[in-house]
């Protein structure tokens, strides 16, 4: 257990953790905002791959459980917005604290997710290609969309001065 931990735990929350502080550096906006965002394009790659390989009710049904699976998403960014897009100490104290609770208390979810994402693609065979190609698409949606949910959730977020450009500004020497 502790080679996963230390070689495939750890390495994907660290890299979670540099694409939430470049996320947060480079587009300005909270860290919560990742997830949903990444969400919304994983769907939008797959509404473009079934336009090109579906045709009739196959494409039809695609696109309305693609729909479906961007509500939440669009609904979170939504109410996202709603509120103002400071984040400070206590927005970053608190997402710190959830962080650190769920890296202690969720690691077996993570590795069962992450080993179901890593073998799901193999198990998505059907006779019909319109099945095929849906349940292709549907383990491709989980593969890039929940070990990226659970690893985002548990990564370190980023310090709330690191997307301020004015105190990078400031601190960098020239």
């Not at 390989?53 to 479906?68: D, E, K, Q, W």
């Not at 979170?76 to 400070?88: E, I, Q, R, V």
């Not at 604290?97 to 590795?111: I, K, L, N, P």
Request: charged share 20%.
């Amino acid at each position: 257990m502790e080679w996963i931990n230390r070689y495939v735990d750890q390495p994907l929350l660290d890299g979670a953790a540099n694409w939430l502080r470049s996320w947060h550096i480079y587009s300005g906006q909270p860290p919560e905002r990742l997830e949903p965002a990444w969400h919304l394009a994983v769907l939008l790659f797959l509404l473009i791959a079934a336009e090109h390989f579906l045709r009739g009710s196959g494409l039809l049904v695609s696109v309305s459980a693609l729909i479906m699976l961007a509500l939440p998403s669009l609904w979170k960014l939504l109410c996202s917005m709603k509120k103002a897009d400071l984040y400070g100490l206590r927005e970053y104290a608190r997402l710190r604290t959830h962080a650190f609770a769920r890296r202690e208390a969720e690691w077996s979810v993570r590795m069962t997710v992450l080993f179901m994402s890593a073998s799901l693609p193999f198990f998505a065979g059907s006779g019909d290609s319109v099945g095929a190609y849906f349940l292709f698409g549907a383990s491709i949606w989980f593969v890039l969309t929940a070990p990226v949910k659970f690893y985002l959730q548990a990564a370190e977020p980023p310090e709330p001065h690191e997307g301020d450009r004015s105190f990078r500004n400031a601190v960098e020497f020239r």
